[in-house]
């Protein structure tokens, strides 16, 4: 909204005026703190900005100074994450610029590899040529195709998700929003006279979700914003149905939608039990201030709290050089304290197959000790996600569950045995 009335003033007014542009770098520049997928909105805005400042003054340079301002206020959010990442990690790589440096990237190789196998011993390496975790977790989004059958299957893909399940991700019927886009550059082509304010929202949605198609994987949340373009358009195509075809067919609509949205809301706010779809009710009673953050931790999520918070007292007790806590899957993760540099991730179990390639179980254990780790977090549901031609993740799975057993007297189960969503185990020898 700010970005609109800046540019209908910009093109009004003779006086320019930038101050209201320059919000609206400072909000999505504290977006992608947040989510640094907020980029792709960031350029969208920078290039339409770039159009608007050109379709009033086209090439004189002077006043396209603003884009400076623009991308400061931008920074501005995320400077001090930016800066302690590129300090920590002496680079500009992408990766370090986002997380900064990692307490510990894998595990540690001690006991060395036997000499006489065959294994890749520098872990960068490997993970750049032996490691199938970005297939296996890309791929539940994306599909396994390759190339130009990828990205044309995406819409239906995403819209049926055959290997990926969660209201996070239920897109569903959301996605035939594209329709009044096709309607809308068909009725662009065709008419005499275009309507420039349609022709420049349609522009818009289109390069938004063309950076979304090929930068973001096929994750779909990654692209929500990019609706924001076609809801637009769908009220340009109620106002043309109403023009063309009667105020019944228009006020129709305008009642199914209206429906729809209630049926969401009403999904999204209860409990249902045959669905999957878990909706949020206690979370909402701590929205609205009914209960506070404790009584909303202990409701939704024990056990694993009490188990969380001994993990917790345990690395209090040397905050200089805390235990270490190995996660595969689950977002309990975000619960243990300083988790930027107790945690090892290892979501798809690149980093156990790297250190395991010996399969020397005695040997694995004592990289686990010497790595520094006390804990393990374990989805129990990770190797039913693995959609992959060869069955890549459950084979690693497997391998990971042998070596648990093999080692049993090594840890201590702290969660039910029974139950079937999180393992946590605690090494004791």
Not at 119 to 140: A, D, H, V, W
Not at 195 to 223: H, P, V
């Amino acid at each position: 909204y700010l970005f609109w009335q800046w540019k209908v003033n910009f093109l009004k007014i003779r006086k320019d005026n930038f101050s209201l542009l320059y919000i609206v770098a400072f909000l999505v520049g504290f977006a992608s703190a947040i989510k640094y997928t907020s980029l792709f909105f960031l350029s969208i805005l920078v290039i339409y900005a770039i159009w608007i400042v050109f379709r009033k003054y086209q090439f004189r340079l002077s006043k396209y100074y603003f884009l400076i301002w623009f991308l400061l206020f931008a920074i501005l959010p995320i400077l001090p994450i930016i800066t302690r990442n590129i300090y920590q990690t002496r680079s500009f790589a992408l990766e370090n610029v986002r997380f900064g440096k990692p307490a510990i990237k894998s595990f540690k190789i001690d006991p060395p590899f036997s000499s006489n196998t065959p294994i890749e011993n520098n872990f960068q390496r490997y993970m750049k040529n032996q490691s199938t975790g970005n297939q296996e977790e890309l791929g539940r989004y994306t599909g396994y195709n390759k190339w130009y059958k990828k990205y044309s299957l995406l819409p239906l893909r995403i819209t049926h998700n055959p290997t990926i399940t969660g209201n996070y991700i239920d897109i569903g019927f959301l996605f035939l929003a594209i329709v009044p886009l096709a309607y809308l550059l068909f009725k662009w082509i065709n008419q005499k006279k275009t309507n420039y304010w349609y022709q420049e929202i349609i522009l818009l949605a289109l390069i938004y979700f063309l950076f979304w198609l090929f930068l973001a994987s096929g994750i779909i949340w990654y692209g929500l914003s990019g609706f924001i373009f076609l809801v637009l358009l769908i009220v340009e195509v109620l106002n043309t149905i109403k023009l063309y075809f009667g105020r019944f067919l228009h006020y129709f609509l305008l009642s199914y939608i209206f429906l729809w949205l209630i049926c969401a809301t009403i999904i999204r706010t209860t409990f249902l039990p045959d669905y999957n779809l878990v909706i949020d009710p206690v979370g909402l009673k701590y929205a609205r201030g009914e209960i506070n953050e404790k009584t909303y931790i202990d409701d939704k999520f024990q056990p694993y709290v009490n188990i969380i918070d001994i993990i917790n007292q345990d690395i209090e007790k040397n905050p200089q050089n805390p235990l270490k806590v190995y996660r595969v899957g689950t977002f309990y993760k975000y619960m243990i304290n300083q988790n930027d540099q107790t945690v090892l991730d290892d979501q798809m179990l690149d980093k156990f197959a790297f250190a395991y390639q010996d399969k020397d179980d005695e040997k694995m254990m004592t990289r686990f000790k010497n790595t520094g780790i006390k804990y393990l977090l374990v989805d129990r549901d990770l190797m039913n996600i693995d959609y992959t031609p060869d069955k890549t993740l459950l084979k690693k799975g497997n391998d990971f569950l042998n070596f648990l057993k093999k080692s049993q007297g090594n840890f201590q189960l702290l969660t039910d045995p029974n139950d079937d969503r999180v393992m946590i185990f605690k090494i004791i020898k």
